[in-house]
């Protein structure tokens, strides 16, 4: 009869260290750059009271509804870029009458046509009509 071979497993000490290389190290993710979106120009017609950093100011607390506007143009054309104008007119109570496109460069119309919505509606009370023309330059990262 022939022999039986049993063949059995020896289990490594708990302290032994492994011969294969230790996993790499996770590198760290790259920080996610969205698109570029800076107010240019400013321009102040009538007796308006506060200064241009105001209007600035102003236009930063509405940067959210303007970069998803923009965003939402870059999935459909991912090298759209230009520059969107935007007029508003402001009665003396402060609020904002009409914002219409005043010139943009940027060739998406539905994008242009967002942004403008996106304009601030009200502002201090001013002694007369006043006119705020800015310009938001454009362009994907």
Known sequence: MGALLVASAVAAP???TSTSPPPP???PAAP???PFISVVDVQITG???LDESFI???LLQNHGRVRACYEDGLVKNPK???HVKTRLTIETSGNVSKAEDAGSSLLDTAV???IVKAAPTFF???SDVVTITYTYSLRPE
Do not use: D, E, I
Request: glycine letters at 8%; aromatic letters at 8%; a positive charge.
């Open 32 to 34: 996610v750059r969205g």
């Open 14 to 16: 708990a302290n032994a």
């Open 124 to 126: 201090p009370k001013a």
């Open 112 to 114: 242009v046509h967002c």
């Open 80 to 82: 759209l870029f230009g």
């Open 56 to 58: 600035r100011r102003s």
């Open 47 to 49: 007796p308006f009271l």
């Open 25 to 27: 190290a996770k590198q």
